[in-house]
């Protein structure tokens, strides 16, 4: 019954995301009924209400285990840790493709909902964009991915759920990623709304920033739970792979970052309204790329559990279709739109555009370096493109466009002049030299970790100066959100070259009482024993380690676990977090003699890659706390002038 | 006597050869053994970092439990402690495996858009830049 309750729900609501569509469209012609126009918030809002419905439906047969449904039965078991068993709704193919869409529909109903400030023909248009959208991935889901398909016989019991998947980490990646992905939907509705009714203009800009940086915030989060999980569950020290799929996340995440900074100019000066417009298309596009990518199964990887070639070819039609159809009314449309205000070389606008080339030429080369060996493969030649290349080619985009970062947030809108910032740049100078030398005392390092410790101390430096001169008190939110992220983006920056330069790492065969040094800390293996979980067992490799300088000795507890369902076997590592860095080991098996297999590494300071993530979230978090804040002041203050300006009733 | 040692000795190496025939073999030696030489260790390391592991997806040799990764350590791990460079052991790979095995793509007829590519945007985004730049310069002279 809840699953045909789950399949209803979804034909409504994609029934009302068509009826969206057309009505919207119609609206937008000259001499259109008003009850067209006046339909589409109603609509929009009933469609989010059916799509969380239908999730919901899913979430309860997860919760139960219902197994006369398909989707559950392939993907879940009775034995699953209540936690795993709602999470796996979302760790398939269908179910998180249902989150998907639920979470689009959502954010359209939101808008409808609570967006007041544009003209109402704009948002015509823009919520018959969002209908658009939702209508090709709900027909999607319906004709070849429906989570709800019964079974002619309930299954006696449930496959099971990857044991990689059974993680907290990785139960929480996709959802929050998901929330990103799909808020830059509502930023592509909102350009393609105002394309269409010729309306982007500072206000419109307003109106679409909230959008963008919660879009943004939660991609963040995305990628760095995304990025920790690969970092302790799959056991090899290692945080970013340069994986296709991970790049499917990145992508999406550096287009929102250029558009969340053009949108800022756009709003502040009314400058790069076209170029505003095309990050909006670019960014949701990348967003779908990054759908189509994983979700077709085109790159075989951990995270691509959907194999089916007819699936991939619905969704590169709605991509054609979606971005295709975008690219076109932008160069229709473009023209149209005057360019705004001018700026100068030295001024906070051309740091900004700086900001934005560099940005989407580093977008260019991971779509290049994602795609390149599938057109490879087309003409018969089987290409490998990773980490060597990525980190070579993407530094040369990326290490200029720390550099204008150091600077920009401190140069003034329209024109600057160089004189003014001549004391900053020695600070900064100064910040950068004293971290070369640091670094380089600690041996032979890499030039690009150099250039990571270099440019990390004068972020973390130059990103607070903005600041001097304040009053803390005062400042405004939006300036401790740019203050914040940027300052993470230094401290990551110093995490990610102190873990590429300064790991050390053991391989070794241990017997229980052998001891290795492993940086500062000396490891001794005590016992191996048997432990068991509640759908694992496992062999726990029980470490005791301390530093030279003695100190309270900690334990650590890798284990090499085997699911029963499905059989498989999965290393768990332990990690030990000091404010110096991490400690963390590995069990990779028993070999001849009694002796364990052993990986160890001491990182220092790798934990900072993460925090630095947490911080640019947090820094997103805020600056669109700060400008809703304003938004309301404004709104309201213009409310209250509005109601004195108007005449007294008789 | 010296002869009766190295006899026994070669003994004593053939002896675990049945064992080679088995189908589950242990890994190779050098597969999670560290080279004694840190530099030699640390260049084996780089060097595993950019191969893939052929059986499995989008892993490195490095970063790999799967049994044919543990033997293309040992076999880069004992090619640099034998001398040989990492472009060295990179081209033998290659040889063996083909270009796929290399997450650095070289140039060649293939993959020469990888790198004109980058070279391209790096002068449209100069371009770009200055021509923004003078654009709005102009009308503040």
């Not at chain 1, 658009?132 to 991935?137: C, I, K, L, P, T």
């Amino acid at each position: 019954m809840i699953a045909e309750i789950g399949l209803a729900a979804l034909w409504l609501a994609a029934a009302l995301a068509v009826f969206q569509l057309v009505a919207g469209g119609l609206s937008l012609r000259p001499g259109a009924p008003p009850v067209l126009g006046q339909s589409l918030r109603p609509l929009a809002v009933l469609q989010g209400g059916f799509a969380l419905l239908s999730f919901a439906a899913l979430l309860v047969l997860f919760a139960t285990t219902d197994l006369s449904v398909a989707l559950v039965a392939l993907n879940s078991h009775t034995a699953k840790p209540l936690l795993y068993k709602v999470t796996g709704a979302w760790g398939n193919h269908e179910g998180s493709m249902l989150l998907w869409v639920a979470t689009l529909a959502t954010s359209g109903a939101l808008i409808a909902a609570l967006e007041r400030r544009l003209p109402e023909r704009t948002m015509h248009a823009v919520l018959a964009a969002q209908g658009f959208v939702a209508s090709g991935f709900f027909a999607f889901l319906l004709f070849s991915s429906n989570p709800f398909t019964r079974l002619p016989m309930p299954a006696p019991e449930g496959v099971g759920l990857n044991p990689l998947l059974q993680d907290i980490g990785l139960a929480l990646h996709p959802p929050t990623l998901y929330l990103g992905y799909v808020g830059l939907s509502v930023a592509f509705s909102f350009a393609v709304g105002a394309l269409l009714t010729n309306a982007v203009t500072p206000q419109f800009a307003r109106v679409m920033r909230p959008w963008v940086l919660g879009a943004w915030v939660f991609l963040t989060l995305g990628i760095v739970a995304g990025s920790y999980w690969a970092y302790y569950e799959l056991g090899w020290g290692g945080w970013w792979f340069w994986d296709p799929v991970e790049n499917a996340s990145l992508m999406p995440w550096l287009a929102a970052t250029a558009l969340l900074h053009s949108v800022s100019v756009l709003a502040a000066r009314d400058a790069l309204r076209v170029w505003t417009i095309l990050l909006g298309v670019i960014a949701f596009s990348m967003s779908m790329v990054g759908t189509f990518l994983v979700r077709s199964g085109i790159l075989t990887s951990v995270h691509a559990f959907a194999v089916d070639p007819q699936r991939g070819a619905f969704i590169l039609a709605l991509l054609a279709l979606y971005i295709g159809g975008a690219l076109l009314l932008f160069a229709l449309r473009a023209g149209t739109i005057l360019e705004g205000k001018r700026f100068g070389l030295a001024s906070r606008e051309s740091a900004l555009v700086l900001n934005n080339i560099l940005l989407s030429a580093l977008l260019g080369i991971v779509l290049l370096g994602t795609l390149y060996p599938l057109f490879a493969e087309m003409v018969g030649a089987r290409v490998s493109v990773g980490p060597p290349y990525f980190n070579a080619v993407g530094a040369v985009f990326a290490l200029p466009m720390l550099a204008v970062m150091t600077i920009g947030p401190l140069l003034r809108w329209r024109s600057d002049t160089a004189r003014r910032l001549a004391r900053p740049l020695v600070a900064l100078s100064a910040a950068g030299l004293l971290a070369a030398v640091l670094a380089l005392l600690q041996g032979d390092i890499g030039l690009l970790p150099l250039s990571g410790f270099v440019l990390g101390a004068m972020l973390v430096v130059a990103s607070v100066l903005p600041l001097g001169g304040r009053s803390f008190r005062r400042t405004p939110l939006t300036v401790w959100g740019m203050v914040i992220a940027h300052f993470g983006i230094g401290v990551a920056l110093l995490g990610m070259a102190s873990d590429a330069a300064l790991t050390r790492e053991r391989l070794v065969a241990m017997a229980p009482g052998d001891a290795v040094t492993v940086g500062p800390w000396t490891v001794r293996l005590r016992e191996v024993m048997p432990v068991a979980g509640p759908n694992w067992t496992a062999t726990e490799v029980v470490l005791d380690a301390q530093t030279a300088a003695g100190g309270r000795t900690i334990t650590l507890r890798p284990q090499s676990r085997t699911f029963w369902a499905p059989v498989q076997q999965t290393t768990e590592s332990a990690l030990a977090s000091r404010w110096n860095g991490q400690l963390y080991a590995v069990s990779g098996g028993p070999v001849d003699g009694g002796r364990w297999q052993m990986r160890l590494w001491w990182k220092p300071f790798v934990t900072l890659i993460w925090l630095g993530g947490l911080l640019v979230a947090l820094g997103g978090a805020l600056s669109m706390a700060g400008h809703l804040r304003r938004d309301t002041v404004r709104r309201s203050a213009a409310r209250r002038i509005s109601r004195l300006a108007a005449p007294v009733p008789a | 006597m010296t002869v009766m040692k190295w006899l026994a000795a070669a003994l004593l190496c053939i002896l675990p050869l049945p064992a080679a025939a088995q189908s589950a073999m242990p890994p190779a030696p050098l597969a999670d053994r560290q080279l004694d030489d840190p530099r030699l260790e640390a260049a084996a390391r780089e060097l595993m970092h950019t191969l893939r592991c052929v059986m499995c997806q989008g892993q490195s040799i490095a970063d790999s439990d799967a049994p044919m990764a543990g033997d293309m350590r040992h076999q880069v791990r004992s090619r640099i402690a034998a001398g040989e460079s990492a472009e060295d052991v990179r081209a033998w790979l290659k040889a063996r495996y083909g270009d796929y095995i290399s997450y650095q793509p070289e140039l060649n007829r293939v993959t020469w858009p990888l790198f004109a590519v980058p070279a391209l945007l790096l002068l449209f985004a100069a371009l770009v830049f200055f021509r923004r730049v003078r654009v709005a310069a102009k009308p503040r002279r």
